[in-house]
């Protein structure tokens, strides 16, 4: 018969309650804070769900009345340089954070409201209400809520999806050796969320000081956690990944204190993640000013058991006990908080014809639309730039692509220690699976780290060290199509991030990724992204087509407050061209096309190793075209100016992709072309690029898939056919 034994987890998972030694040992201090806190927190909410409920709301009011002591009682504990994050419900959780950074010695409740508490209060509000004098300009709104000099990283829409966000703030508070934490804030439904789990898993490989803090209120929206999980001890999710974790009533602000401050003794001693389990309750439903019960998900009684038990009072009826408030302070408390947020609405409200309505000039003016979707580019304000034509220094005629992608990394890496990279494989393997990073490992050490199989934590993870600014990160993605494991993090994260909270913060990362079409690597390892990441907000996208252009871009890729996706190709790795060999501080600017070959037929516009396939067929067909490489394809970065003066004079344009038609950027290049240039055309824009379906792996199917010299030679002739002319 076989035998068995138990086995233990590798991290503790604990239960934690206050006794009344506890409530007796607490400081009156603390209480009296956490109670004011909680307070003026309640009230916020409650004038919200007012405003929400009178239609001044625009979008929801995921209110958080009820869960009051799982934000305050972790709050309270933490620093001032102790950050945190949390989902769409978390008013609650920037509002305790930003308290203790306006009142570092704490809040009396019987003491009058301060003018840092009222201006506070006044600029979340407006935040929620979309107004310009909101803490994002009113772009926020409920679910975006930042302000990074109080420690609030920014609250998120996507459920979990700030999670990674989070573990990048706290990996770079170890890099930097300041003892600081990071609490990230989310419910029961996140815990599901591969995103999460990821997170976890790279937080404790890499031991970063960070706090998962689950809220678990029970509800999705209406689907309750018995339904969606078969553990509902959700702290459970810890053990997996040897995260000490701690599972506490959240309706009892003292238990979430202590348990936080035993979780940060962990995280500041390097002992790594924690997590916490809260159980809280919302008194509301999902959204607005009605209860759950409302829509027949939750039961009257339910609410009214869980109502019972609300953290004010109980914190209330403790400290009265204890001699240290009594009822009319506590009434006069909730009287006062409630004053000010009426106050507060008041300066952003109006009533007029008997009905009320946003003050109008406090709204954000309509010409901050697109303010913030990217920088301006002044951080290269003044930096050398070089063409290959003009270079002076000593060049390599016959350098090697993926050497010399390595080489500018090692350059800049060597001048620049805030630069770290990771990605899957990215240390080992004599630099990774092409010898992109080789030699990087032995010289950096700990700023290249080969990251688990995750793109959606390890790319979330630099979005968070980007948004924190004081590291540059550089990941990888070993094939471009694994952006779609990740596309929250790289589209609705860091994409979104600049221009979501307000347009006045930077997000320095760059992205590296290979196309790999014509390896054999199939439909899932062989896209071409430029299509979809030029139709996607915020990113700047360069592709360079030759080792000189190559160092130039990817140093102005690092120099850029905005997220670059440096696109590289699987055929140019291994091709041979000039390249500086000991100057490797160049920049080419962002933003700048290169006519490559002056023609006056046709403009054909190129990029990556389209443009050597493109500039060989030209010669052998004898046409005379002006051949363009674009560098750089991202919306801001198209040179119109090269472009409108090569079309002005050609009249006929060819766009040249390799990729498939489906993704294509070709489709989103022609159009703006035909709608800039018009009067300029001769003929509508011609195209070429790969057929409808993926590569696939046999080697046949993948030729036909990927527009190669035949498909230049036929797009050619469509436009010389169109004007009359017949090439031999």
């Known amino acids: 018969m076989a035998t068995h034994m138990d086995l233990q987890p590798a991290a503790p998972w604990r239960e934690l309650t206050t006794s009344r030694d506890d409530w007796n040992a607490a400081d009156p201090a603390l209480l009296g804070t956490m109670l004011t806190s909680m307070a003026l927190i309640r009230a916020f909410e409650e004038k919200v769900l007012e405003l929400a409920g009178q239609g001044l709301v625009h979008g929801p009011a995921h209110s958080a009345i009820g869960q009051e002591g799982g934000a305050t009682g972790s709050a309270v504990m933490m620093r001032a340089s102790d950050q945190v994050n949390g989902s769409h419900r978390a008013h609650h ?14 809040l009396s409740p019987t003491a009058a409201i301060g003018g840092d508490v009222r201006d506070l209060s006044k600029k979340t509000m407006a935040e929620i209400l979309g107004l310009a004098q909101g803490f994002c300009k009113g772009r926020g709104g409920s679910m975006h809520l930042r302000w990074g000099d109080a420690g609030n990283l920014g609250t998120n829409a996507i459920v979990g999806g700030g999670v990674p966000l989070a573990a990048g703030a706290a990996f770079a508070h170890k890099r930097a050796g300041t003892g600081d934490a990071v609490f990230t804030y989310f419910g029961d439904g996140a815990t599901n969320i591969g995103s999460v789990l990821e997170t976890m898993n790279l937080a404790a490989a890499w031991k970063l000081p960070l706090c998962f803090f ?3 209120n029970r509800y999705a929206v209406s689907t309750h956690v018995e339904e969606a999980t078969a553990e509902t001890r959700l702290s459970a999710r810890g053990l997996g990944f040897a995260i000490p974790s701690w599972k506490v009533d959240g309706m009892d602000p003292l238990a979430v204190a202590l348990a936080s401050a035993e979780a940060l ?4 001693s390097g002992g790594g993640p924690t997590l916490i389990e809260a159980d809280v309750y919302r008194f509301f439903h999902q959204n607005g000013p009605l209860p759950g019960s409302a829509f027949g998900y939750r039961t009257r009684e339910e609410e009214q058991e869980w109502r019972r ?18 009822d009319e302070d506590v009434a006069a408390l909730r009287a006062r908080a409630k004053a000010l947020m009426e106050d507060v609405a008041g300066e952003l409200v109006e009533q ?12 954000p003016s309509p010409d901050f639309r697109d303010f913030g979707v990217r920088g301006d580019l002044s951080e290269l304000d003044g930096v050398r730039t070089e063409e290959l034509e003009t270079f002076a220094g000593r060049i390599d005629p016959q350098a090697r692509f993926v050497d010399v992608v390595a080489d500018v990394m090692h350059r800049r890496m060597a001048q620049d220690d805030r630069i770290v990279v990771m990605g899957e494989d990215v240390h080992r393997l004599k630099g990774g699976t092409n010898g992109a990073t080789r030699g990087l490992k032995e010289a950096f050490g700990d700023r290249v780290l080969g990251t688990p199989i995750s793109e959606n934590a390890f790319s979330g993870l630099a979005g968070g060290i980007a948004m924190d600014g004081r590291y540059v990160p550089v990941i990888e993605f070993m094939y471009p199509d694994f952006m779609w494991v990740a596309a929250d993090q790289v589209f609705n994260q860091i994409g979104k991030a600049r221009h979501m909270f307000g347009g006045d913060m930077a997000v320095p990362l760059v992205l590296r990724t290979k196309v790999a079409m014509g390896t054999g690597y199939g439909s899932q390892h062989s ?14 996208i360069v592709a360079p087509s030759t080792p000189f252009d190559y160092v130039g871009l990817m140093n102005s890729a690092l120099a850029c407050q905005d997220p670059v996706l440096v696109l590289e190709h699987v055929d140019l790795y291994n091709t041979k061209g000039p390249a500086p060999v000991d100057d490797l501080d160049y920049f080419i600017p962002l933003g700048k096309a290169k006519v490559v070959r002056p023609g006056s037929a046709m403009t054909i ?9 493109t500039l060989e067929e030209v010669e052998r067909l004898g046409v005379d075209a002006e051949v363009i490489d674009l560098r750089s394809l991202d919306r801001a970065g198209l040179d119109w100016e090269t472009i409108e003066t090569s079309i002005a004079k050609t009249g006929n344009v060819l766009v040249v992709e390799q990729g498939s038609v489906g993704t294509s950027y070709g489709g989103f290049l022609a159009a703006e072309i035909q709608s800039r240039c018009f009067d300029a055309l001769d003929q509508p824009v011609q195209r070429v690029h790969g057929g409808e379906a993926s590569p696939s792996i046999s080697k046949v199917l993948e030729a036909a898939a990927c527009a190669g010299p035949k498909d230049i030679e036929a797009g050619i002739r469509r436009v010389m056919a169109e004007q009359g002319l017949a090439l031999a």
């Open 93 to 106: 959780q920037f509002l305790a954070k930003s308290l203790a950074y306006v009142a570092p010695d704490g």
């Open 214 to 216: 689950i809220e678990n």
């Open 265 to 268: 003794e962990v995280m500041r």
């Open 309 to 326: 038990r609300d953290p004010i009072y109980l914190l209330a009826r403790e400290m009265a006990q204890r001699q240290l408030i009594g």
């Open 352 to 363: 007029v014809d008997g009905k009320r309505r946003i003050i109008p000039a406090l709204w």
């Open 527 to 540: 896209m071409d992204p430029a299509g979809i990441f030029a139709t996607a907000v915020g990113w700047r």
């Open 605 to 613: 516009l190129t990029y990556l190793s389209m443009v050597k396939s």
